[in-house]
């Protein structure tokens, strides 16, 4: 369905038509595990009937068509109120990677990947190298038909129950820096490899440390080039900044419009409103300098490091819009009134929680700004003693 119009208009039918849309868009649970799995049975029901696998190409699972198509399903999910299906944060940032610089691997598992059966994590962080992924020490050691990986990963979203996990190891000398990387996609399954959950402040274990003992990985998982990862964490981090972050905002528009509706109801002052018209505005900013990115992508077009400035805008009004949600109604999700659905409060307790990390996850706004400063703006290097 090239017609972006029509299928947007057919898909919003749909899902005005929905027989479980009640259940999802109620849905909360007490446990990442459950959020997930409910969440897969959701991604389940929209390939079944085909809506998630248009922006994807065919060899892949989908039916065609371009990113457009898929920031489209993200704004009529949030137009209809129904949550994003966790599995597509990670499949937006993953995915177009493994299309580009694995095919082989994209036609063998990115249809699953859609359907919901399995789920893939992020492998790039460190103990001791976080931002500067440059300086990472997990090692892949080429030894006959495979790789040999040893070290430790930590902070990998979805980690616990995922199937896969896209991990950037270093194949050169440490001095090699960014151009001694490779990027291999790792069954979590493989003898040696041991995945800790991570139980964040809310209990919920949202996170993951992965550890590599004499791993062994066969040469058709390589992503791209030995010695070429870096440029695949590029290529990557366009969609981090692009489509992860329109669809991210979609959902800070969806809990806007429900935290409108509690503020209607409990007829709240006009300072609330201020604050709300404030975190309103923010949002929608960082929305329309997001959806010109998603219509790049689209376009083929590179994206650089004026993503930056997309990453900050989008996760500081991921951070604003949970604290405005908590300053509005905090006596209702922190005393737990009578009545009320524990896992629902759950839920919104532990986005709070989660939305802490926003400005440091994928790069801490410190980073971005000074990307920004040297890239951008070209501003004088900073004296050090």
Known sequence: MSDVAQFRQDLRQYLRRLDYADVWRSAASTTAED???????????????????????EEAGGLGGTEIHRAVLYEELGQAMLPIPAQAWTLEVIAPSVLKFAPHLASRFLPNYLNGSEWWGQGFSEPESGSDLASLRTRATVDGDGFVVNGQKIWTSQGATAKRLLVLVRTGTPESRHRGLSMLLIDTDTPGLTVRPIALASGRRELAEVFFDDVRVPTDRLIGEVGGGWAVTMFLMQYERGMYGYAALNKSLMELSRVREYMVERAVGQSAWEKFARVYVEVITAQARAASNVRRLAAGEAIGPESSIDKLLFSEAERDVNDLIMDIARDHIMVDPLGADPAELDTVRAEWWYSRAATIMGGTAEVQRGIIADHLLGLPKEKRA
């Open 35 to 57: 959020g997930l799995a409910h969440d897969a049975t959701v991604m389940a029901s929209l390939y079944a009937d085909g809506w998630n696998r248009y922006g994807w190409p």
